[in-house]
C-alpha cells in the first residue's frame, strides 16, 4: 500500500467517528462535550507572580506550520502486523485576526495552505500529495479564543473537499489543531505553577483529556510550558470510511498519553511546540457474522512553528 494510502488509513483507524446519536457518560470531574474546560490550579509557583495572558493585535496576521510524524503497530486477532513508519507531513495556515473584543477574545480566521512532506526522500508518491494538497487547500476556519487561551469555536468548512480519505485525514488534523493553545489560569502564576486542564472533545470521538502543565520560565513577553498528557475514550460504536459499508465497528477502549514543551509568545496566537503521544486503540470489527479483534497502537510525533 503507498504512504499516502497508508497515512489515512492509519489516522482513520486511530480516529472513527462516534457515531451521533451515541450519548456516552461524562467521567467525574470532566466537563460534557462542548463545555468550556474545567481547570484547577495545583500550585502557584514562587514569586513574582502575574496573570498570564495574551495581548494580540487587532490586525495580526501569522503562518503556523504543523509537522505531524506517525508510526504505527496493528494487531488483529492476537497476530502482529509489521509496524508501519509514516513520513513527516507538514501542513500550512495563515492565520489573521478579525476582532479583539474589549474583554481580550480573540477572532480570527484559519485558511489551509496546503501540505507537504518535508523530507525530499520520504516515499511519497507527488500525485498522491498533490492530490492531498489540493483539497486541503479549500478549507477555511474561524477560532474564537479567550485572552487565556481557552478556544470557545473552532468551526472549520470542510464542505469543498469531495474526497472521503482526505475528510478522514481532515477530521484528525481538526482533532491536532484544536490542542495548539494551552488554556492559562485565572489566578496569578509565577515559575513552577501547576495545573491541570480537563476537557471533553468529540471531533473524531468522543474522548476526555486531562493536560498538567507546568511553567519553567516566565519573562515580560515570552512563558514556557512543559505539558503532560492523558487521554482515554469509553466504549462506544464507531463508524470508519476505510471499511466496506456492511462493516461495524465498535471501540472498546482507547488510553492514549503523551507530552510537550511549548512556548508563549503573549503578542502571538499560537504556541510554538514540540512532543510526542502515544495511543492504544481496541475495537471490534464485525462483517458478515465474522467478528475480529483489532488492536491499534501508535506514536505521533507533532511540532508546531509560527512566524508573523
Not at 468550556?36 to 501569522?62: K, Q
Request: aromatic share 2%; with cysteine; hydrophobic share 40%.
Amino acid at each position: 500500500m503507498k504512504p499516502a494510502a497508508l497515512l489515512v488509513l492509519g489516522l482513520s483507524l486511530l480516529a472513527p467517528r462516534a457515531q451521533a446519536q451515541t450519548t456516552t457518560p461524562v467521567p467525574d470531574g470532566f466537563p460534557a462535550v462542548g463545555q468550556l474546560p474545567i481547570i484547577t490550579v495545583l500550585s502557584a509557583g514562587s514569586e513574582p507572580r502575574r496573570p498570564l495572558r495574551y495581548h494580540v493585535a487587532p490586525d495580526y496576521r501569522g503562518h503556523l506550520d504543523m509537522d505531524m510524524t506517525m508510526s504505527i503497530g496493528m494487531r488483529m486477532d492476537g497476530q502482529s502486523m509489521p509496524p508501519i513508519d509514516m513520513p513527516t507531513i507538514r501542513t500550512g495556515a495563515e492565520l489573521v485576526v478579525t476582532s479583539v473584543s474589549p474583554e481580550g477574545d480573540i477572532t480570527y480566521t484559519m485558511a489551509y495552505t496546503g501540505m507537504s512532506a518535508p523530507d525530499a526522500n520520504a516515499p511519497m508518491p507527488p500525485a498522491s500529495l498533490d492530490a492531498m494538497n489540493a483539497e486541503i487547500r479549500k478549507v477555511t476556519g474561524t477560532v474564537r479564543v479567550s485572552s487565556r487561551g481557552i478556544v470557545s469555536t473552532f468551526d472549520l468548512d470542510a464542505s469543498a473537499i469531495t474526497n472521503p480519505q482526505t475528510r478522514q485525514l481532515m477530521d484528525s488534523l481538526r482533532n491536532s489543531a484544536s490542542g495548539l493553545s494551552v488554556a492559562l489560569p485565572e489566578d496569578a502564576l509565577g515559575i513552577g505553577a501547576r495545573w491541570q486542564t480537563r476537557t471533553a472533545a468529540n471531533l473524531t470521538m468522543t474522548l476526555f483529556q486531562t493536560m498538567e502543565c507546568e511553567l519553567i520560565a516566565l519573562d515580560a513577553t515570552t512563558a514556557t510550558i512543559r505539558t503532560t498528557l492523558k487521554q482515554t475514550a469509553p466504549a462506544q460504536p464507531v463508524v470508519n470510511p476505510a471499511l466496506p459499508p456492511e462493516a461495524q465497528m465498535s471501540l472498546e477502549s482507547m488510553t492514549g498519553e503523551g507530552g510537550a514543551t511549548m512556548q508563549i509568545v503573549f503578542s502571538s496566537l499560537v504556541p510554538e511546540s514540540e512532543g510526542t503521544a502515544k495511543t492504544t486503540a481496541n475495537m471490534v470489527v464485525s462483517i458478515a457474522g465474522a467478528t475480529q479483534r483489532l488492536t491499534v497502537e501508535s506514536t505521533m510525533k507533532m511540532k508546531v512553528a509560527h512566524s508573523q
